[in-house]
């Protein structure tokens, strides 16, 4: 097998693993502070899981670019260790928390050291035939998507027999797990003495000459506002799958169900989508995905029933599979050689100011209008991102040629 081919299949079970750990716990982090952590105001609950949900990436938001940037200059491979190693410990230490405050600084420490899937987009691309690089990120993404799969059905039974708290034991176990065979079976041809010698430029000079390709602001744009939209209800899910519910009862499975659905079909689709993108080109598949996505979203504030919610997540993971995958194509196939950590660092940093301010503004907002306002604003913001990326993408792409 192609080098190429073992590195993405490696990272794509060290994605999986990764994010297997990391849903095992989000998806009920507003019942975590409600029956372990004693809040019991619905709103302060809302406030606090947008601020502890998004605490991970305002941290990783300012350090991503650093990574990016050490990762340029001493291997992708190192990146990945460290992240993944880092956030086992922090992961750990989180199922010691007694209050809302304690987790908070936990998830920014983790947003610092964090890291392990951007540094493995940036080793796939620099890697992978460019004209298979439609193929490798949505591979790359099933991946991770499986993992969120799986992550909140085995968190939910584990929720409802054992409690919250030993699965930060085990969301730590899998990333250390996941850190070791990337460190076993991952090979990257890295010439750090070369590397070396190559003159160092600050962040922010790497960051002004990418911008000055013409594609890259956009995308770094439409990343921050995919994020956006997708989290902003996010944090609340759990608490609106009670509501339709109407019971206690197994109420953990079915919320990491509802969460586990939207990732079956991401799953299913980003591999399909991705080898779509490298015939027909990345951009159509990234318009009609937007698009999609809203459609799917506005529906998901009338429903009235779990089984209901279940159907619009599962059709709007379709289109979820056409996005992210599709953006990091795009991303590869404009950034020059040698700078490719550097692009996806920024497109990193993007991607965690989205997931920053969604939540934080969602469960702002969520007394106000609640969380079905909050799936009609998502669906409504997508629809103009969609419009707006088909009006820039399309004029740089004349004024180029």
């Known amino acids: 097998m192609q080098r190429w081919k073992i590195n993405l299949f490696v990272l ?10 990391m849903t095992m716990i989000m998806p009920f982090l507003s019942l975590y502070l409600q029956q372990d952590l004693g809040l019991t105001d619905r709103h302060e609950i809302g406030v606090w899981a947008g601020f ?12 991503q670019p650093l990574w990016g940037k050490l990762s340029d200059k001493y291997g992708r491979k190192m990146m990945l ?20 405050w304690h987790l908070l600084a936990l998830r920014m420490l983790n947003g610092v050291i964090s890291g392990y899937t951007p540094a493995a987009v940036s080793l796939v691309s620099a890697t992978t035939p460019k004209d298979r690089m439609g193929f490798a990120m949505g591979t790359l993404q099933s991946g991770g998507t499986a993992g969120t799969i799986l992550g909140p059905f085995i968190g939910g039974l584990l929720a409802d027999n054992f409690g919250f708290r030993p699965i930060f034991y085990i969301t730590g176990s899998l990333m250390f797990l996941a850190s070791v065979i990337s460190w076993l079976l991952v090979q990257e041809n890295f010439d750090r003495a070369a590397a070396a010698l190559k ?16 594609q890259l602001p956009v995308l770094l744009t439409v990343t921050f506002l995919i994020q956006f939209a997708m989290l902003s209800p996010m944090p609340l899910i759990p608490l609106y799958v009670q509501d339709l ?37 990345a951009t159509r598949i990234l318009l009609v995905s937007l698009a999609g996505a809203a459609v799917m979203l506005i529906p998901q504030a009338f429903v009235g029933s779990v089984g209901q919610l279940l159907v619009f997540r599962f059709l709007l993971g379709c289109f979820m599979g056409g996005l992210i995958p599709t953006v990091n194509s795009l991303v590869r196939r404009y950034t020059p050689d040698g700078m490719e950590s550097r692009a996806f660092g920024f497109n990193s940093s993007a991607l965690s100011l989205g ?12 007394g106000f209008i609640g969380i079905e306002g909050l799936f009609v604003l998502s669906g409504v913001l997508l629809f103009m991102t969609c419009i707006w990326a088909t009006r820039a993408l399309r004029s740089r792409s004349a004024s180029r040629t």
């Open 52 to 63: 502890i949900f998004a605490a991970n990436f305002i941290t990783s938001f300012i350090f």
């Open 12 to 21: 794509m079970g060290g994605n999986f693993l990764v994010m297997a750990g």
């Open 355 to 366: 997931n920053m301010m969604g939540p934080i503004m969602g469960g702002a907002l969520s």
């Open 199 to 214: 003159k160092q430029m600050s962040v922010f000079k790497g960051l002004r000459d990418l911008m000055v390709i013409r």
């Open 245 to 281: 519910h109407g019971t206690t009862e197994n109420l953990a499975f079915y919320a990491g169900f509802v969460g586990s659905v939207t990732g079956i079909s991401n799953m299913i689709c980003a591999p399909l989508l991705g080898k779509l993108s490298d015939r027909i080109g």
């Open 81 to 100: 260790l460290r992240s993944g190693f880092g956030m086992s410990l922090v992961m750990v230490l989180m199922g010691f928390a007694t209050a809302p």
